[in-house]
């Protein structure tokens, strides 16, 4: 008999065994709605305060003078020869930004970029919740315009989102038309950016999208488009479960979830991928499986700590800035493309600016939140892990996988995963962090996305 048929006829075993046995059959628990409170103490009795107040992000000039002098202070070591960044994030390299830093960068002239648009904070559940929100210029019909929350991820901020959003709320003079225009809102998850962090242990993916749906019906929209990557995924996956008569459609380029006997399917199609709905480019993404892993391991050491210790961590973090941002870049390499950890300067300049690398390192800093942003790996991880969040949303989804994504998912199990799958595409470049690498690319596939959602309407 041969090898091929007899890892299949093992596989169908394992699954016909697990399935009587009951492990196929059980069906994840969609978690509540509920309701939190994150300030310090107890909630004060009376009526909710939910004001909303411009806020102009204008930093101490103490701020940036206590940062040069920590970068002038900086405590070097010498890298290995020819290690480029395969050890972490290379210190001669790291001369050359210090040096841009120093010298070159200016934080004023970045807060006047910054405030080309509006901010505004609320307090949610007993936290200041930041947000900037872009509606569209000219004169456009009410029904054309559509809100859509975005939400970034870590090491990311509302900053990713610059870039992108000349296509969503100006799109006659980027791409031509002016169908779906956009009113996009884009939070900072408390605990990052100018967002107040939680002042109590709990607040989870599932927490952070009670407070944006909260937020999204403060600014009168009760029923919205939703978009995000990393934990922004997270977080419009477990909203789309439970406000999903709120949410329109959840579109993402990170999707969450495996299909059943996802081993198994893996397994199966390294031998015959056309069984488990694999096509060519399906086995390139996913194949060698052992190898990917290896990658993933290799490169998500970071993770792990955040999930457990991440106080720990932030001690280093939260005094260095150079620390931090060695800690932050070091993610903008690997995930826009691996294969930059082979380049002397790890292809942070070919995708970005000194400016737009430093400027969200900048967010980091001035707001000390560094700690407050890896306590979410903390609260949530352990919780996806024992699948509290495996239930799948039936609101419409759209998908786009770019290129050099960390995780892949073919089109045939998303649409196990996903009932109501409307889009799914495959991006040829690009990589995690997709509205900061390829805006105009994520725009027109969520552009798509909608228009394929008001067609069905």
């Not at 609101?395 to 892949?408: C, D, H, Q, R, S």
């Amino acid at each position: 008999m041969g090898i091929k048929v007899t890892i299949f006829i093992v596989l169908v075993a394992i699954v016909t065994g697990l399935y009587f046995a009951g492990f196929l059959t059980s069906q994840p628990r969609v978690p509540e709605y509920g309701d939190g409170w994150w300030g310090n103490g107890e909630k004060p009795k009376g009526e909710e305060n939910t004001s909303i107040r411009k806020f102009k992000i204008n930093v101490d000039d103490s701020v940036i003078d206590d940062l040069k002098q920590r970068l002038v202070k900086t405590r070097w070591f010498e890298p290995l020869e020819e290690a480029k960044f395969h050890y972490g994030f290379n210190s001669t390299f790291m001369k050359t930004i210090v040096e841009y830093w120093t010298n070159k960068y200016d934080w004023k002239k970045q807060e006047k970029y910054l405030n080309q648009y509006e901010h505004f904070k609320t307090n949610i559940e007993g936290i200041d919740v930041h947000f900037m929100h872009v509606k569209p210029k000219g004169a456009i019909p009410s029904e054309k315009i559509k809100p859509l929350l975005m939400v970034h991820g870590w090491p990311g901020s509302f900053v990713e989102f610059y870039k992108i959003m000349p296509f969503l709320t100006e799109p006659k003079s980027h791409l031509g038309t002016d169908d779906d225009t956009f009113e996009v809102i884009c939070p900072s998850i408390p605990g990052y950016g100018f967002s107040e962090a939680p002042h109590k242990q709990g607040f989870d993916v599932v927490a952070a999208a009670r407070v944006f749906d909260k937020l999204m019906s403060r600014l009168g929209h009760e029923k919205y488009y939703y978009q995000g990557g990393d934990w922004g995924a997270g977080i419009g996956h477990a909203l789309s479960l439970i406000q999903p008569s709120h949410v329109l459609g959840y579109h993402t380029n990170f999707p969450n979830g495996q299909p059943s006997l996802y081993p198994v399917r893996l397994a199966i199609g390294s031998v015959f991928p056309s069984l488990v709905g694999l096509d060519a480019e399906d086995v390139n993404r996913i194949y060698p499986v052992f190898d990917k892993l290896k990658l993933l391991l290799r490169e998500t050491g970071y993770a792990h700590l955040q999930a457990t210790k991440p106080d720990t961590a932030g001690f280093g973090l939260n005094d260095s800035p150079v620390g931090l941002a060695a800690y932050i870049l070091e993610k903008f390499i690997f995930c826009t493309n691996p294969h930059y950890l082979d380049l002397h300067g790890g292809g942070l300049e070919n995708h970005f600016t000194m400016d737009d690398l430093l400027t969200n390192v900048m967010i980091y800093w001035v707001n000390g939140n560094i700690v407050s942003s890896m306590r979410l790996y903390k609260e949530s991880v352990p919780k996806i892990l024992s699948g509290q969040l495996d239930a799948m949303p039936e609101v419409p989804v759209g998908i786009v996988i770019f290129k050099y994504e960390l995780a892949y998912l073919p089109k045939t199990w998303c649409k196990l995963l996903f009932p109501n799958l409307l889009t799914y595409s495959r991006m040829q470049r690009g990589g995690h962090f997709a509205a900061f690498e390829e805006p105009q690319l994520l725009a027109e596939d969520i552009r798509k996305f909608v228009s394929e959602i008001v067609r069905r309407e």
